[in-house]
């Protein structure tokens, strides 16, 4: 059973470009969230999405958007990238409904670096 | 908007003892769920433990097992026998049920648990 992934592992971008961020979720789940987790901090939401929308979103500015397929992928955008975005970024799936079903798993993450 | 509270940025434990880390949160729901998450430095976020709010009997999970007091808003975590595979940055976490919050997951700042051999 495979379980959440994420790619890249690592990447490099400089100030001003943007970025992609890919994650699969955990084989039966339909929900995926994103989250932002600086170093040595708790990660914070940036959104969720559930059939192919966005249901919630964190404190993120418009910079951050994503978007889900069909197959429940989900990609995670972010345009004229600061130093401040160099962060882990962390993908969940969980099966949406509420209660014990809805608990989130977690992808190894993303390690942006911005330059 | 709910809050969660890590009060010991670190802890440390010698391999086979007992250590306790503890939560508080803030909210004025009454249906949420509680998480406590284990991050490596492998930094592969794990689910170690979780509690429904509804139900009063404390969660158990082998050596993990909570302490869950609903009306004093707080929800530790105990870790029996100690092993050095348990260190890791532990995390506390809050889902709302329903509401404007549904569906997020409200994180602690996260406590650094130290396995002594």
């Known amino acids: 059973d495979a379980g959440v992934t994420q790619s890249p592992t690592h990447l490099i971008k400089t100030r001003g470009q943007q970025v992609t961020l890919r994650c699969s979720p955990k084989s039966g789940h339909d929900t995926v969230s994103w989250y932002q987790q600086a170093l040595g901090q708790g990660p914070q939401f940036i959104f969720q999405?559930?059939?192919?929308?966005?249901?919630q979103r964190g404190n993120f500015p418009d910079r951050f958007s994503g978007h889900q397929f069909p197959n429940y992928s989900s990609e995670l955008n972010v345009n004229a990238l600061l130093l401040g975005d160099s962060a882990l970024y962390l993908c969940a799936s969980s099966l949406h409904g509420g209660g014990v079903a809805d608990t989130q798993y977690f992808g190894p993450g993303t390690r942006l670096t911005v330059l | 908007a709910q809050t969660v509270t890590q009060s010991q940025p670190e802890m440390s434990v010698q391999e086979a003892e007992t250590v306790t880390l503890s939560c508080t949160y803030d909210?004025?729901?009454?249906?949420?769920?509680l998480f406590w998450y284990k991050q490596p430095p492998s930094r592969q976020m794990i689910l170690v433990i979780r509690q429904e709010a509804y139900k009063q009997q404390n969660a158990t999970e082998n050596r993990f097992s909570v302490n869950f007091q609903k009306a004093a808003k707080s929800f530790s975590l105990k870790i029996s026998d100690s092993q050095l595979g348990d260190a890791a940055m532990y995390f506390c976490a809050y889902r709302s049920e329903g509401g404007t919050s549904y569906g997020k997951l409200t994180f602690g700042q996260g406590t650094i648990l130290t396995v002594h051999p």
């Open positions: 999405y559930y059939e192919e929308e966005e249901r």
């Open positions: 909210t004025s729901e009454s249906d949420y769920y």
